[in-house]
T-cell receptor, first 114, second 113 residues
Framework: GQQLNQSPQSMFIQEGEDVSMNCTSS?????WLWYKQDPGEGPVLLIA?????ELTSNGRLTAQFGITRKDSFLNISASIPSDVGIYFCAGQGAGGTSYGKLTFGQGTILTVHP | KAGVTQTPRYLIKTRGQQVTLSCSPISGHRSVSWYQQTPGQGLQFLFE???????NKGNFPGRFSGRQFSNSRSEMNVSTLELGDSALYLC????????????FGPGTRLTVT
């Protein structure tokens, strides 16, 4: 089946630093999504990307949909302690039996030291 | 507007038993999807329901089943539980099927002993 390779697996940074994480896939996706999950909660949608090459911002977050539709990155600028959590990328299938299904990356665990 | 609610939040079962988990979507949302989250496999899609019909299914054995009621509430059932079924089961609702804009509930933490 479809798989997403997300990296890095974990990051330990100082407050104020910028963060970058990315996802790659061997399959094409129609839509790339980035979620954040806090302990004891379900994932919350941060950014959705619809078009190849699209660059979208949401406050301190910036994400891009790769030109080949097989990759995406998420940047967080000037990190703060509440950015702590697990970040997931997800791709929505482009066709066939994968159409409409969300495939998730393994997640990036972000720790921010004050 | 209330978010997605899942009950129970925590559950402990023994191998061989069966379990039923419940999900109430956001008011007005008609599509419900279920996911299994484990440390080893991450988040994996189980199935999606819309208008009381299963529209999409992931690669899970037949022991995993679900249904949706006319009020869009959904239940999933796991029969003959195995140790490997221990996981966080997440429900997500959306307005329409196959929508990327899914809103997740807090999950049900199932432990199988």
């Amino acid at each position: 089946g479809q798989q997403l390779n997300q990296s890095p697996q974990s990051m330990f940074i100082q407050e104020g630093e910028d963060v970058s994480m990315n996802c790659t896939s061997s399959s094409i996706f129609n839509t790339w999504l980035w979620y954040k999950q806090d302990p004891g909660e379900g994932p919350v949608l941060l950014i959705a990307l619809y078009k190849a090459g699209e660059l979208t911002s949401n406050g301190r977050l910036t994400a891009q949909f790769g030109i080949t539709r097989k990759d995406s990155f998420l940047n967080i600028s000037a990190s703060i302690p509440s950015d702590v959590g697990i970040y997931f990328c997800a791709g929505q299938g482009a066709g066939g039996t994968s159409y409409g299904k969300l495939t998730f990356g393994q997640g990036t665990i972000l720790t921010v030291h004050p | 507007k209330a978010g997605v609610t899942q009950t129970p939040r925590y559950l402990i079962k023994t191998r061989g038993q069966q379990v039923t988990l419940s999900c109430s979507p956001i008011s007005g949302h008609r599509s419900v999807s279920w996911y299994q989250q484990t440390p080893g496999q991450g988040l994996q899609f189980l199935f999606e329901y819309f208008s009381e019909t299963q529209r999409n299914k992931g690669n899970f054995p037949g022991r995993f089943s679900g249904r949706q009621f006319s009020n869009s509430r959904s239940e999933m059932n796991v029969s003959t539980l195995e140790l490997g079924d221990s996981a966080l089961y997440l429900c997500a609702s959306s307005l329409e099927p196959s929508s990327y804009e899914q809103y997740f509930g807090p999950g049900t933490r199932l432990t199988v002993t």
